[in-house]
């Protein structure tokens, strides 16, 4: 079949105005102008400066493009950067096709019952990149595949492009290579974030990586393409500190999909701005882009196209931030309520004092249902060096007036920033327990702290007190005392925490059922004296507390439990527990990122007055070569295996002052 009758739909776009037979508000109307002098006092008359937009001239033209996203990738809603580029192309009047083989991919595992569980869960993620991708997957997913190859073959299209994440590169490489087999003359593109900067591996089946936004890039593309002119070079990049002008685009194209087929079958995804105002010194979110903002009425303008288009009443920001900027979310909220959207939208959010209660009030009256917040740490040592920009107190303020006018929040945190120690991890704890009662949705607990290439920890590692070696196939600080072993038992017993936090049911409830640690609650017991719950202040304590002198990574390892034990007696009083950790149970639950052979057994009780005692056993044991591919640094030569065994028994007496 030909592209032109495979296309289902064009949406008429002239002049970069969309034409859709949706109402649109019309300027004269009594109401709209009402509306917008309401709007004017907040929102920004012009778009900031230096921003690039994309002009887009429609006229019919021969070049055909299909977009591909292979799976897994998110479930909830249709690919966002899919409908913005397919948009973009239609305008310009080329041929558009979109496969997002990735939902069918989901639908079929889902609708046929192929395995006991959903591959598409955030915490199997490593399974499509190993060999249980060859054992359970793969047989049912590549017939699939193939049925894709053959319709996207059948259209011949000129462009295909595919939509990379690290999670999907091994199913994109396998339908790029079919692909390229079957159609030698096609030109196959890969963009989206693993596509950027140092991440990509591209294999040579992607003739060109587009690297930075899509937008004026594949335009570029497709107009040599169009033209009989070659591409140029295999890498095409966004000129540095380019910004496009999110105003500039005609809405995302969402023509394309059944919405039914998605979780959130009433959903899409918008966004308000792109970047973020921070510069938080782990994360690669910046990186991508330099912030921009939208105008409030063009977003207002869009999301009412979509609400009246596909009938949608849930919108999902997809913004590093929706609170970039603090008037035009607000200016936003404002037009939601004027223009009468009957939307609940939700959205990531950074913590910021400038935000009271009055503000959050204007937030919920527009439908925010729920903020998503970086909480990251509860320690303030560790938020600045992280760059967080806030203060402990104001984090618990947002969060608290979030609650108070009906808000949810969905908090993420990041365990073992590398200058956090058991007392600063102590403190995340601490901050936890106070916030558990603000009507939350949801807690992740994170994939603890990576050192991503292109981020500050990453270029600057030694100002962290990080080696350039990798140990056990990971990061770790120059004393031993934060390495994937000490990340794991923080991670665990974070959990474990957020289990024993059984006071807000929906955190217990959404906590295990999205986050599949399928062993964590065989690996421990704790049974409490009484129903005690203690209001708990941060302190500071010296968890320094077995002294084996074994070496340094042991004495520290040793250690690493007591911040839960205590935590634990803070709170609830009186208990005694045993928590085993295991390499193969704890291997299901935390995978290859936090992968090592440690074995240990804490046996312990605590009564109402602080008297403990414990018995604990470890084994650790490394391979021969735990810094592997590489030999160890120089100052840890010659290496000697810090391989150990050790058992402790110990009693000991915390004050009860120290509760509150
Ligand atoms: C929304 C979102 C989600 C949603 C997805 C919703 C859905 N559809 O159901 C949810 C919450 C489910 C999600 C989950 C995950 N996410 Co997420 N997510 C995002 C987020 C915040 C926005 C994505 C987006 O739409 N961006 C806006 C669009 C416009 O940008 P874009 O996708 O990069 O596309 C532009 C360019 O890249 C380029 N482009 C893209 N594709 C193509 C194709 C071609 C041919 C061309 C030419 C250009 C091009 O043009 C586009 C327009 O300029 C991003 C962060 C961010 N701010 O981008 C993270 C992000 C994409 N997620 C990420 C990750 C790691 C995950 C998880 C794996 C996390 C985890 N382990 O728990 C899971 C995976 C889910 C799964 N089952 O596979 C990473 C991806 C990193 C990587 N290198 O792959 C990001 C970048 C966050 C980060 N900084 O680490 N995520
Ligand atoms: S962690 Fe959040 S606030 Fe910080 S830079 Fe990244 S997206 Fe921005």
Same mark, same amino acid.
């Given at each position: 079949?030909?592209?032109?009758?495979?296309?289902?739909?064009?949406?008429?776009?002239?002049?970069?105005?969309?034409?859709?037979?949706?109402?649109?508000?019309?300027?004269?109307?009594?109401?709209? %102008?009402?509306?917008?002098?309401?709007?004017?006092? /907040?929102?920004?008359?012009?778009?900031?400066?230096?921003?690039?937009?994309?002009?887009?001239?429609?006229?019919? $033209?021969?070049?055909?493009?299909?977009?591909?996203?292979?799976?897994?990738?998110?479930?909830?809603?249709?690919?966002?950067?899919?409908?913005?580029?397919?948009?973009?192309?239609?305008?310009?009047?080329?041929?558009?096709?979109?496969?997002?083989?990735?939902? #069918?991919?989901?639908?079929?595992? $889902?609708?046929?019952?192929?395995?006991?569980?959903?591959?598409?869960?955030?915490?199997?993620?490593?399974?499509?990149?190993?060999?249980?991708?060859?054992?359970?997957?793969?047989?049912?997913?590549?017939?699939?595949?193939?049925?894709?190859?053959?319709?996207?073959?059948?259209?011949?299209? @000129?462009?295909?492009?595919?939509?990379?994440?690290?999670?999907?590169?091994?199913?994109?490489?396998?339908?790029?290579?079919?692909? $390229?087999?079957? !159609?030698?003359?096609?030109?196959?593109?890969?963009?989206?974030?693993?596509?950027? #900067?140092?991440?990509?591996?591209?294999?040579?089946?992607? +003739?060109?990586?587009?690297?930075?936004?899509?937008?004026?890039?594949?335009?570029?593309?497709?107009?040599?393409?169009?033209?009989?002119?070659?591409?140029?070079?295999?890498?095409?990049? %966004?000129?540095?500190?380019?910004?496009?002008?999110?105003?500039?685009?005609?809405?995302?194209?969402?023509? +394309?999909?059944?919405?039914?087929?998605?979780?959130?079958?009433?959903?899409?995804?918008?966004?308000?701005?792109?970047?973020?105002?921070?510069?938080?010194?782990?994360?690669?979110?910046?990186?991508?882009?330099?912030?921009?903002?939208?105008?409030?009425?063009?977003?207002?303008?869009?999301?009412?196209?979509?609400?009246?288009?596909?009938?949608?009443?849930?919108?999902?920001?997809?913004?590093?931030?929706?609170?970039?900027?603090?008037?035009?979310?607000?200016?936003?909220? %404002?037009?939601?309520?004027?223009?009468?959207?009957?939307?609940?939208?939700?959205?990531?959010?950074?913590?910021? @004092?400038?935000?009271?209660?009055?503000?959050?009030?204007?937030?919920?009256?527009?439908?925010?249902? &729920?903020?998503?917040?970086?909480?990251?740490?509860?320690? %303030?040592?560790?938020?600045?060096?992280?760059?967080?920009?806030?203060?402990?107190?104001?984090?618990?303020?947002?969060?608290?007036?979030?609650?108070?006018?009906?808000?949810?929040?969905?908090?993420?945190?990041?365990?073992?920033?590398?200058?956090?120690?058991?007392?600063?991890?102590?403190?995340?704890?601490?901050?936890?327990?106070?916030?558990?009662?603000?009507?939350?949705?949801?807690?992740?607990?994170?994939?603890? /702290?990576?050192?991503?290439?292109?981020?500050?920890?990453?270029?600057?590692?030694?100002?962290?007190?990080?080696?350039?070696?990798?140990?056990?196939?990971?990061?770790?600080?120059?004393?031993?005392?934060?390495?994937?072993?000490?990340?794991?038992?923080?991670?665990?017993?974070?959990?474990?925490? !957020? !289990?024993?936090?059984?006071?807000?049911?929906?955190?217990?409830?959404?906590? #295990?059922?999205?986050?599949?640690?399928?062993?964590?609650?065989?690996?421990?017991?704790?049974?409490?004296? &009484? +129903?005690?719950?203690?209001?708990?202040?941060?302190?500071?304590?010296?968890?320094?507390?077995?002294?084996?002198?074994?070496?340094?990574?042991?004495?520290?390892?040793?250690?690493?439990?007591?911040?839960?034990?205590?935590?634990?007696?803070?709170?609830?009083?009186?208990?005694?527990?045993?928590?085993?950790?295991?390499?193969?149970?704890?291997?299901?639950?935390?995978?290859?990122?936090?992968?090592?052979?440690?074995?240990?057994?804490?046996?312990?009780?605590? +009564?109402?007055?602080?008297?403990?005692?414990?018995?604990?056993?470890? $084994?650790?044991? !490394?391979?021969?070569?735990?810094?592997?591919?590489?030999?160890?640094?120089?100052? /840890?030569?010659?290496?000697?295996?810090?391989?150990?065994?050790?058992?402790?028994?110990?009693?000991?007496?915390?004050?009860?002052?120290?509760?509150?």
């Amino acid at each position: 079949m030909p592209i032109n009758n495979f296309v289902a739909k064009i949406i008429p776009i002239v002049n970069n105005k969309v034409d859709s037979s949706a109402p649109v508000v019309s300027a004269a109307d009594e109401k709209y %102008q009402v509306m917008a002098e309401t709007m004017r006092v /907040m929102a920004r008359t012009q778009p900031q400066k230096n921003l690039t937009p994309v002009h887009i001239d429609f006229a019919t $033209k021969k070049t055909s493009v299909v977009f591909v996203l292979m799976p897994p990738w998110g479930k909830f809603f249709p690919p966002y950067n899919i409908a913005r580029l397919s948009a973009i192309t239609r305008a310009a009047g080329y041929n558009t096709a979109v496969f997002d083989i990735n939902i #069918k991919s989901y639908l079929h595992f $889902k609708n046929n019952k192929l395995v006991d569980y959903d591959p598409w869960e955030y915490s199997r993620e490593a399974m499509w990149a190993n060999q249980q991708y060859d054992t359970d997957l793969r047989p049912h997913i590549e017939p699939l595949f193939q049925e894709y190859v053959e319709k996207i073959v059948s259209l011949n299209p @000129d462009v295909i492009g595919f939509s990379l994440y690290y999670t999907n590169e091994q199913c994109a490489t396998w339908m790029a290579m079919e692909l $390229k087999r079957r !159609l030698p003359n096609t030109v196959i593109l890969a963009g989206g974030p693993q596509a950027q #900067k140092s991440y990509v591996h591209p294999v040579d089946e992607f +003739d060109h990586i587009v690297q930075g936004e899509g937008e004026a890039l594949l335009l570029e593309i497709l107009d040599r393409v169009e033209n009989g002119q070659p591409i140029g070079d295999r890498y095409i990049k %966004q000129p540095s500190g380019q910004r496009i002008d999110l105003d500039s685009l005609p809405f995302p194209d969402y023509s +394309d999909y059944d919405l039914n087929d998605y979780v959130i079958p009433n959903g899409i995804s918008a966004e308000l701005s792109r970047g973020c105002v921070a510069k938080c010194t782990f994360c690669s979110e910046t990186l991508f882009w330099k912030f921009r903002g939208r105008l409030s009425g063009n977003i207002l303008d869009e999301i009412e196209h979509q609400y009246k288009t596909y009938n949608i009443d849930v919108v999902w920001f997809i913004d590093s931030l929706v609170n970039g900027n603090l008037k035009e979310l607000r200016a936003f909220a %404002q037009g939601v309520v004027d223009r009468d959207l009957k939307i609940s939208w939700q959205g990531y959010s950074r913590c910021d @004092d400038r935000m009271d209660l009055d503000y959050y009030r204007d937030l919920k009256a527009s439908g925010c249902f &729920s903020l998503c917040y970086g909480i990251e740490s509860g320690n %303030q040592r560790v938020l600045d060096a992280m760059k967080k920009n806030i203060k402990v107190a104001e984090i618990e303020q947002n969060l608290r007036d979030t609650a108070v006018v009906g808000i949810k929040s969905d908090l993420n945190w990041l365990i073992g920033f590398p200058n956090e120690d058991p007392s600063a991890f102590a403190d995340t704890m601490t901050l936890m327990w106070r916030m558990r009662n603000f009507n939350l949705n949801w807690v992740s607990s994170g994939l603890t /702290m990576m050192k991503d290439p292109e981020t500050d920890v990453g270029i600057n590692y030694h100002k962290y007190n990080i080696l350039e070696e990798s140990f056990l196939n990971t990061w770790l600080t120059s004393k031993l005392d934060n390495t994937c072993i000490h990340r794991k038992i923080r991670m665990k017993t974070f959990e474990l925490f !957020l !289990l024993e936090i059984n006071v807000e049911p929906v955190v217990q409830k959404t906590f #295990k059922k999205s986050f599949f640690r399928t062993s964590l609650s065989n690996t421990y017991h704790v049974k409490y004296e &009484s +129903d005690t719950l203690n209001e708990i202040e941060y302190e500071q304590f010296d968890y320094d507390i077995i002294k084996p002198e074994i070496n340094m990574l042991a004495d520290s390892v040793v250690n690493e439990i007591w911040p839960v034990l205590r935590l634990l007696w803070r709170t609830r009083g009186a208990y005694e527990t045993v928590i085993t950790f295991d390499p193969e149970s704890d291997g299901q639950d935390y995978g290859h990122r936090l992968d090592c052979d440690y074995t240990a057994t804490h046996k312990f009780k605590i +009564d109402n007055n602080g008297n403990w005692t414990a018995d604990f056993e470890y $084994k650790l044991v !490394l391979p021969e070569n735990p810094w592997d591919p590489g030999p160890a640094p120089v100052s /840890m030569l010659p290496w000697v295996d810090h391989s150990f065994e050790h058992r402790y028994f110990g009693t000991g007496c915390w004050a009860v002052s120290d509760i509150a």
